[in-house]
């Protein structure tokens, strides 16, 4: 096989192996660098002996991030506040892996790293069991259980009442003008009772530590956040989809770079997800102008 065949493969698989990545990491930067350890493999291998490339890749891929996995929950347990999942913009249309939205990840975040694995390959990437056996080296039986135990444990983070892009981004853009100028009535009718923040700070820069739960909870952060926004007003670059969320791209007080994700269910936002953490934002840092 030549380079230029080899560089034809990496052009085609690469978008997909850094989506499956991604998926299960939860990290744009490590999931980049477990598909560049995967290729370099790729590279070292006889390719006469491999039968297809692709499922070659998404085994060793997965493999791979199932090593990184153990290191990551050691790192999540020392975590500083909410842990939130690097935010990706604007996901290609078309693809199973675009409806796995944030609140979704975060529940595959309480899986074991296996039930995560059977579950994204199998019901996201659409691989059959015996591909997803040969990935996970587990017989196919016991992927099937895997990936069942995992559709079950959340079964309740998949959107029951899917709010369409242009919508989407409409309450995105009435939220932030309600925020940002202080009008807590029109706030407060966009917010469902239940609502909760998360706040990923990651103890880089200030940020809520606990998540705030309750409408009456939230209010009282906007009223409070109200007097930031006087005296140092957000600049928004743009509204965006966010890990399949309607949101924006916003520089906060003192250039923090901020994304802002609401998770909205029956023209209510039933959550909002703030991603601060400067480490989690270096692929958006570089293309914002401060």
Known sequence: MTEISSDSILSELRPRLVRLAYRMLGSVADAEDIVQDAWLRWLATDHASVRE??????????????NELKSARRRRESYVGSWLPEPIFDPEAGD?????????????ERLSPLERAA???????????????????????ACRKLASRARAHIAEARPRFAVGREQGLKLATAFFTASRTGDMSAL????????????????????????????????LLHEQLTHVFRTQPSQLIRYAV?????????????????????????EKVVAIYCTRNPDKLQHIIGTVSH
């Open 119 to 141: 579950f994204l390959l199998h019901d996201v990437f659409g691989m059959d069991f015996d591909d997803v056996s040969s990935a996970i080296d587990r017989e196919a039986a």
């Open 53 to 66: 490339p692709a499922a070659f890749l998404r085994t060793v891929v997965t493999r791979l991030c199932l």
């Open 242 to 266: 966010i890990d399949g969320l309607p949101g924006f791209l916003t520089i906060e007080g003192g250039n923090v770079v901020q994304t802002t994700a609401l998770h909205i269910e029956r």
């Open 96 to 108: 199973a892996a675009d409806d796995v939205t944030l609140p979704l990840m975060l529940a595959l």
């Open 188 to 219: 407060r009718a966009l917010l469902s009772e239940d609502v909760v923040v998360y706040a990923d700070g990651g103890g880089k820069v200030p940020t809520s530590r606990r998540p705030h739960i309750g409408l009456a909870a939230v209010m």
